[in-house]
T-cell receptor, first 117, second 111 residues
Framework: GAGVSQSPSNKVTEKGKDVELRCDPI?????LYWYRQSLGQGLEFLIY????????KSGLPSDRFSAERTGGSVSTLTIQRTQQEDSAVYLC???????????????FGNGTRLTVT | GESVGLHLPTLSVQEGDNSIINCAYS??????FIWYKQESGKGPQFIID?????DKRQGQRVTVLLNKTVKHLSLQIAATQPGDSAVYFC??????????FGKGTKLTVNP
């Protein structure tokens, strides 16, 4: 596997429905990040995983948002009762280490474009 | 608080010219900085990084300059090509694990 893989690439859902977004990081990368990017905007941090634990979930906008990571690999971001303001591109990134032990650049997937109608 | 911004939202250059994209940051505790390039429909792509113990770092056709005194970061692209057209983001990291991104500068290279 080359890079970070995200699925689906596009998701259209009705307001009020739940959605699950998936991220497959680069093999061996211990750190995993979720960001959100609204149209024409910068990246907004959501949550960070080191292994399976999430030391920083400060960016999750509300309790409708949750994320988990299993086996130190795949992560899912779940949005419950979606709202129109949730429409954005959700980007996942992974890195070899977190800044606690050193720095290494984040490698991003191509994102999931979520549209809530 | 942490924030990263850019001086110019758009930049238009002629093919072959050098491009300079600027970034201001506000967190003096930041110790790691990265430039990313994002093409339409794709995720950000790593270009170059620099740690706070350096003031200059060079890559292939790109140079990042860091001025900690005025909290300023710049990306220089030599001999800009049409394929360089994209949105460029600077990002900073310091103290916490997360990268804080600016809003981006859209670079357009005219043939």
């Amino acid at each position: 596997g080359a890079g970070v893989s995200q699925s689906p690439s596009n998701k259209v859902t009705e307001k009020g429905k739940d959605v699950e977004l998936r991220c497959d990081p680069i093999s061996g990368h211990t750190a995993l990040y979720w960001y959100r990017q609204s149209l024409g905007q910068g990246l907004e941090f959501l949550i960070y995983f080191q292994g399976n634990s999430a030391p920083d979930k400060s960016g999750l906008p509300s309790d409708r948002f949750s994320a988990e990571r299993t086996g130190g690999s795949v992560s899912t971001l779940t949005i419950q009762r979606t709202q129109q303001e949730d429409s954005a591109v959700y980007l996942c990134a992974s890195s070899l280490v977190g800044s606690a032990t050193g720095v290494s650049p984040l490698h991003f997937g191509n994102g999931t474009r979520l549209t809530v109608t | 608080g942490e924030s990263v911004g850019l001086h110019l939202p758009t930049l238009s250059v002629q093919e072959g010219d050098n491009s300079i994209i600027n970034c201001a940051y506000s967190n003096s505790a930041s110790d790691y900085f990265i430039w990313y390039k994002q093409e339409s429909g794709k995720g950000p792509q790593f270009i170059i990084d620099i740690r706070s113990n350096m003031d200059k770092r060079q890559g292939q056709r790109v140079t990042v300059l860091l001025n900690k005194t005025v909290k300023h970061l710049s990306l220089q692209i030599a001999a800009t090509q049409p394929g360089d057209s994209a949105v460029y983001f600077c990002a900073e990291q310091g103290g916490s694990e997360k990268l804080v991104f600016g809003k981006g500068t859209k670079l357009t290279v005219n043939p």
